[in-house]
C-alpha cells in the first residue's frame, strides 16, 4: 500500500523568496516519488523525480527536492519564487512504471508580489 | 517528443450522447492511464492499459468505456453521463514495468468536459 500526505494545502509567499513544499510518504516497497506542477486549466508537468539514486534532486525551473528515507519526506524548496511558480502542486508516488501514481492532496501556491 | 495529445480540448454534451476523448502519444510508452480530477482536488485514476491490454479498472461506471486500439493510441468512451462527471479529464503515459529509472508519468493537457 503506498500514500501521499502533503502537509499544507496552501502556501503563500512574496517573490523572491524562498518556497518549502512539504511531503510525507508511506509505501511498503523502494519507491519512486514525483512533483509534478499544475497552471489552471493545464495538464500536469513533471518538476522531478527520485528513483533511488541521488538523495537531492534538482528539477526544472530551479526547483529541488531532498529524499530522506528515516523521516519518509520528500519536500520541495526553491530559493527564490517567481510570479509564474504560482500554481498547484502534487506530491506523487508510485511502485513502478505502469503501476498506480497515488496523489498528494495538492498545494496552491500563491506568489505575491 | 515527450508529448501527450489529447482532443478535444473543451467538450460539452448531453446526457444522451454518445461521445469520444481520444489520446495519442509516440514515445514508446506502453503503459496510458485515464485520470479523472475535479476542481480544486488531485487526479483521480480511473483506467491503466499495459500492452493494449485493460490492466487497472478502478471500479469506474459501465457509462465510461475505454479502449487501446495500438500502442500510440487510448480511447475514453461516454455515454449517458450525468452533470457530475463534469471534470478534466486528463490522459498519461509511462514505460511499463521496472523500477528505478524512467518510471514518471507524462499527462496531456487533459479534456474540460461538462455534461448539461
Known amino acids: 500500500a503506498q500514500s501521499v500526505t502533503q502537509l499544507d494545502s496552501h502556501v503563500s509567499v512574496s517573490e523572491g523568496t524562498p518556497v518549502l513544499l512539504r511531503c510525507n510518504y508511506s509505501s511498503s516497497y523502494s519507491p519512486s516519488l514525483f512533483w509534478y506542477v499544475q497552471h489552471p486549466n493545464k495538464g500536469l508537468q513533471l518538476l522531478l523525480k527520485y528513483t533511488s539514486a541521488a538523495t537531492l534532486v534538482k528539477g526544472i525551473n530551479g526547483f529541488e527536492a531532498e529524499f530522506k528515507k528515516s523521516e519518509t519526506s520528500f519536500h520541495l524548496t526553491k530559493p527564490s519564487a517567481h510570479m509564474s511558480d504560482a500554481a498547484e502542486y502534487f506530491c506523487v508516488v508510485t511502485k513502478a512504471a505502469g503501476n498506480k501514481l497515488t496523489f498528494g492532496g495538492g498545494t496552491r501556491v500563491l506568489v505575491k508580489p | 517528443d515527450t508529448e501527450v495529445t489529447q482532443t478535444p480540448k473543451h467538450l460539452v454534451m448531453g446526457m444522451t450522447n454518445k461521445k469520444s476523448l481520444k489520446c495519442e502519444q509516440h514515445m514508446g510508452h506502453r503503459a496510458m492511464y485515464w485520470y479523472k480530477q475535479k476542481a480544486k482536488k488531485p487526479p483521480e485514476l480511473m483506467f491503466v492499459y499495459s500492452y493494449e491490454k485493460l490492466s487497472i479498472n478502478e471500479s469506474v461506471p459501465s457509462r465510461f468505456s475505454p479502449e487501446c486500439p495500438n500502442s500510440s493510441l487510448l480511447n475514453l468512451h461516454l455515454h449517458a453521463l450525468q452533470p457530475e462527471d463534469s471534470a478534466l479529464y486528463l490522459c498519461?503515459?509511462?514505460?511499463?514495468?521496472?523500477?528505478?529509472?524512467?518510471?514518471?508519468?507524462?499527462f496531456g493537457q487533459g479534456t474540460r468536459l461538462t455534461v448539461v
Open positions: 498519461a503515459s509511462s514505460p511499463w514495468g521496472g523500477q528505478g529509472e524512467n518510471t514518471e508519468a507524462f
